[in-house]
């Protein structure tokens, strides 16, 4: 059902220097699936992340934040329970994972990251996780995906290399999500590494600016997760990308393959049968220029329009005219791909419903709305609702 | 479909002295249906109104707004299409419209408010509505009720008695709306009539008070129309009712018929199969019980849980959390009705999920979520996302 979307081989991910994956079948909801990965990074790595600004943020989200001050040498990942709503109790079931991978590895509990997605408001069992452990085996970066999709059809992954001054760096990064998908910070889940040498602060910046052009870009259907976490490790046994030309060359290659993760999600959206990008362009700031791109994505009667390559396009105006934004209409036009439909806030007298069926009847194509009174913009990837939303989510679970 | 909503008949309806009513078929959309009616005033008679905050506010919205200045004789209101999103033409012919009705009833066209609703950005057939006019049959409230519904399967009117100092007075109404509802002021189109005399100043608080306890409380999709309007008229033939106990007796009655018409409008939403009351206790204000009220009701993935019975209730605290409000989530309750799910902030120990299935089974139940921070409450009414949500968008108009 992915709109464009095919799963990567383990030959397309190049394995990050510096970084080792181990991947286990613990039981956590269902036997006999990969649901857990242990990321070990060697000393001297430095690690930087985003997190949910839900209220209900996680616990593992909230001890992750906590451990981040440390030196990080591993991550633990869980699929099919997100240990969110769970008050106290989940607190000390995350440590308790953080503890048993730390005793596993030689470490302090305290260096570990934990982050788990699933059901929420039940809790987390963090003995199976524990009892796995031993069972851990060496995996790909594939692997790794596999062990973190829920309602995922297909495992998200992607990689680069990026030449530097001083040699060849790595940037190979994996996601999951379909539902619940509306990152206020960064993706449900998402781990980006390099084996590049980053300064802790430049780390900090690029993840933030990296989300902000990726995970921080699409939405399935506005609800952001109790555990988005996006997480840019550097394990620095690679060439140094300090600063200047080289750091501006890593940052590209990261925020290609955060982008690359980012539109997998929204291509893989739960029922997605439309790729769309929602361009707002010649606004008076990019915040106005989301805002309306966000309107216009999270309305449920456009996105169904979408779904019916339905050309029922005032709905998109109506969008337009509820973003809270304070407008002039009658300087507004709407495109759908090249497709002039409304021009100066009312239908083009130009305009054919054919062209705009022929355009929405394909699997990806742009809406594109000008504002005509500045010169900001912004772009936001979403998919359309279908039937298979309403059947994934009234049957997940059951 | 509706969930617990069953047609009036005619005789359910108090016919409001001062008050005459129009119906034709003037074939806007489709031939053979009723989709036009006119409503004709008394002189001396007040009308209020509060109206859509949708930027792309619908040219017959601008007319009626500035037509209220003056002493209203006659409302006209149509069916099929919505006269939105068509720039200069579609005011033009809305005022044709005014002008021909005007003329049928020896009025000027600035007496005459009109209303639109049905299909965006496709142009008013106008000169349909004027041939039709010669054909206005005389109607009840019930005709008038069916010759507005778009989406709706069921028409919505509601009526009361109300015994005041000066006599027995009259309070009767009607509306439409399934999809695009989330007013902001005032649902899609709902009009509300009474025979006491209410002073002006009095009838404009009356207006926004009422809207504030119904159609500002009910969302399907969350998606405020473009056309939204409701109107309240007292043609004051009736009882006096221009301040204190008759005034507020008068309000309460008014009250109740607008919400029984605003809760139509959600057992009629669109694919509804269940009706469900979110209610937010104790918070610090109002405005914040509200907001995480629109939260939850707004949410596709508490929306589908509700579809399909399913206490995947972790949804709804992501969705407080989601909701904007600055919260400490350690101290929030959840409730199904009487079943406690969360303590605070955390599943509740005693709960067992076969108690939230058997309340979510029933067509009608309450989620209540208890902050524990304060004495405010909010209440939304709202429905389920179910299958025929998206067949009924994606098959609109096709």
């Given at each position: 059902?992915?709109?464009?979307?095919f799963?990567?081989?383990?030959?397309?991910?190049?394995?990050?220097?510096?970084?080792?994956?181990?991947?286990?079948m613990?039981?956590?909801?269902?036997?006999?699936?990969?649901?857990?990965?242990?990321?070990?990074?060697?000393?001297?790595?430095?690690?930087?992340?985003?997190?949910?600004?839900?209220?209900?943020?996680?616990?593992?989200?909230?001890?992750?934040?906590?451990?981040?001050?440390?030196?990080?040498?591993?991550?633990?990942?869980?699929?099919?329970?997100?240990?969110?709503?769970?008050?106290?109790?989940?607190?000390?079931?995350?440590f308790?994972?953080c503890?048993?991978?730390?005793?596993?590895?030689?470490i302090?509990?305290?260096?570990?990251?934990?982050?788990?997605t699933?059901?929420?408001?039940?809790?987390?069992?963090?003995?199976?996780?524990?009892?796995?452990?031993p069972?851990?085996?060496?995996?790909?970066?594939?692997?790794?995906?596999?062990?973190?999709?829920?309602?995922?059809?297909?495992?998200?992954?992607?990689?680069?290399?990026?030449?530097?001054?001083?040699?060849?760096?790595?940037?190979?990064?994996?996601?999951?999500?379909?539902g619940?998908?509306?990152?206020?910070m960064?993706?449900?889940?998402?781990?980006?590494?390099?084996?590049?040498?980053?300064?802790?602060?430049q780390?900090?910046?690029?993840?933030?600016?990296?989300?902000?052009?990726?995970?921080?870009?699409?939405?399935?259907?506005?609800?952001?997760?109790?555990?988005?976490?996006?997480?840019?490790?550097?394990?620095?046994?690679?060439?140094?990308?300090?600063?200047?030309?080289?750091?501006?060359?890593?940052?590209?290659?990261?925020?290609?393959?955060?982008?690359?993760?980012?539109?997998?999600i929204?291509?893989?959206?739960?029922?997605?049968?439309?790729?769309?990008?929602?361009?707002?362009?010649?606004?008076?700031?990019?915040?106005?220029?989301?805002?309306?791109a966000?309107?216009i994505?999270?309305?449920?009667?456009?996105?169904?329009?979408?779904?019916?390559?339905?050309?029922?396009?005032?709905?998109?105006?109506?969008?337009?005219?509820?973003?809270?934004?304070?407008?002039?209409?009658?300087?507004?036009?709407?495109?759908?791909?090249?497709?002039?439909?409304?021009?100066?806030?009312?239908?083009?007298?130009?305009?054919?419903?054919?062209?705009?069926?022929?355009?929405?009847?394909?699997?990806?194509?742009?809406?594109?709305?000008?504002?005509?009174?500045?010169?900001?913009?912004?772009?936001?990837?979403?998919?359309?609702?279908?039937?298979?939303?309403?059947?994934?989510?009234?049957?997940?679970?059951?």
């Open positions: 059902m992915a709109v464009n979307l799963p990567p081989t383990a030959a397309d991910l190049h394995p990050v220097p510096g970084v080792e994956l181990g991947v286990a613990a039981g956590i909801r269902r036997p006999g699936r990969k649901d857990l990965f242990v990321m070990r990074l060697g000393q001297g790595a430095r690690v930087a992340g985003v997190f949910t600004r839900n209220r209900f943020c996680a616990a593992p989200v909230i001890l992750a934040k906590k451990h981040l001050r440390n030196a990080v040498r591993a991550l633990v990942v869980n699929t099919g329970n997100a240990n969110a709503g769970t008050g106290r109790d989940g607190m000390r079931r995350a308790c994972v503890e048993a991978v730390g005793k596993k590895l030689g302090k509990a305290s260096q570990v990251l934990p982050f788990s699933g059901v929420i408001m039940e809790p987390l069992p963090a003995e199976r996780i524990a009892a796995a452990l069972d851990l085996k060496p995996g790909t970066w594939l692997d790794a995906a596999e062990a973190i999709m829920t309602t995922d059809t297909v495992p998200k992954a992607a990689s680069r290399k990026v030449r530097l001054a001083g040699g060849e760096a790595t940037v190979t990064g994996i996601a999951k999500g379909a619940m998908i509306r990152p206020d960064a993706t449900m889940l998402g781990f980006i590494a390099t084996d590049a040498k980053v300064p802790g602060v780390l900090k910046k690029l993840v933030k600016a990296t989300a902000d052009r990726s995970f921080n870009c699409v939405t399935v259907d506005g609800d952001t997760s109790t555990n988005d976490s996006f997480l840019l490790i550097a394990t620095g046994v690679g060439p140094s990308a300090s600063s200047g030309k080289d750091l501006a060359k890593l940052a590209e290659a990261v925020t290609q393959v955060a982008q690359q993760l980012a539109q997998a929204i291509r893989d959206g739960e029922g997605a049968t439309k790729f769309v990008t929602v361009r707002v362009e010649r606004g008076r700031s990019e915040a106005e220029c989301r805002k309306i966000y309107a994505a999270h309305s449920p009667l456009v996105k169904t329009a979408f779904f019916a390559s339905d050309p029922n396009l005032g709905r998109i105006l109506a969008a337009v005219g509820n973003s809270g934004v304070d407008l002039d209409t009658s300087k507004v036009d709407l495109f759908i791909d090249t497709v002039r439909v409304a021009r100066s806030g009312s239908r083009d007298s130009q305009y054919e419903e054919k062209q705009a069926i022929a355009a929405m009847k394909k699997p990806e194509f742009l809406v594109r709305v000008v504002l005509n009174r500045g010169k900001a913009a912004a772009a936001v990837w979403t998919c359309d609702l279908s039937f298979d939303y309403v059947k994934i989510n009234a049957e997940y679970r059951t």
